[in-house]
């Protein structure tokens, strides 16, 4: 299994930058970095919470690491059109020297959307938008030049070059709707979504099925998760755990968080990733992750 570890982007450009660092000097496999302008008023915060630019953090990242494997958790869709998105995470790839891993989203933060003025869309439609701009990203990144007449978006003849260093540069789809699952089947290389073992596993039995409708091997798509993380007291977890509901979260003594990880494991996860957002700030942060990579990841890295 694969472990990456999430920075939350409403910290200081200065913060985020040594926390990465940490990271890759310490055994992480990966570093995910969440596309939103403002919090949501949920998981990420307030709606006045302020947020780095996602793409700019990435780009920073790219000469800033060496090692660690690069990616967007997720891109939204709605407010990145497919063919600026493509041409950015060729460049991309290139100044990571081939570390990029390109994940898309159909777009769901609805304050974000209202603030700007960007149509969101009913569900139905974001999905059919968004199948349309994984057409446009892969085919950009993938073929010589592409040709795409949806009816959300059309490219004639679209040339995408430089190509990007991986071939190909993978595609990361975040979701769990059945239709969703249809999309992933169709045109992702890895799947994410944020999970407990027991829905993680009900919804990959579903990619599965997905996978063999389309003739696709179901193997050939890799999985990740991620949940709030609530290291230490058994008591204390719980607490937060329930503070935190209906959003997963796992937390507690290293026995249990690594039952954890292995439930995941036997649901068919490939790779953890941990948001930093429950885990403190400065020095304290940096002690959970040390402690998560050594005493819990040790067991399945």
Known sequence: MRFSYWPSTSQSWDEVLT???????????????????????????ASSTPMLEATAVLSALSTATERVRLASLVFGITYRHPAVLANWAATMD?????????GVGAGW????????????????ERIDRFEEACQVINGLLRTPATTVAGEHYTVTDALCEPKPLQDPLPLLIGGKGNRMMGVVARHADEWNMWSLADAFAERSA??????????????????????????????????????????????????????????WR?????EVIVPDFTLGTGAEKREHLDAIIETVAADFH
């Open 19 to 45: 926390s990465v660092g940490h990271a890759e000097a310490t055994g992480w496999d990966g570093v995910y970095i969440a596309d939103h302008f403002m919090g949501d008023g949920n998981a990420f915060g």
């Open 94 to 102: 290139h100044a990571c020297g081939g570390r990029l891993l390109l």
């Open 109 to 124: 933060q609805e304050n974000e959307h209202e603030q700007y003025g960007i149509e969101l869309g009913p569900p139905g």
């Open 206 to 263: 579903a990619l599965d099925r997905a996978c063999e409708r389309e003739g696709r091997d179901p193997a050939s798509v890799a999985r990740s998760t991620q949940a709030l993380w609530f290291p230490g007291d058994d008591a204390r977890a719980n607490d937060m755990i329930a503070k935190v509901a209906p959003r997963p979260a796992i937390g507690g003594s290293v026995e249990r968080l690594r039952t954890t990880v292995g439930e």
């Open 266 to 270: 036997d649901a068919g996860v490939d």
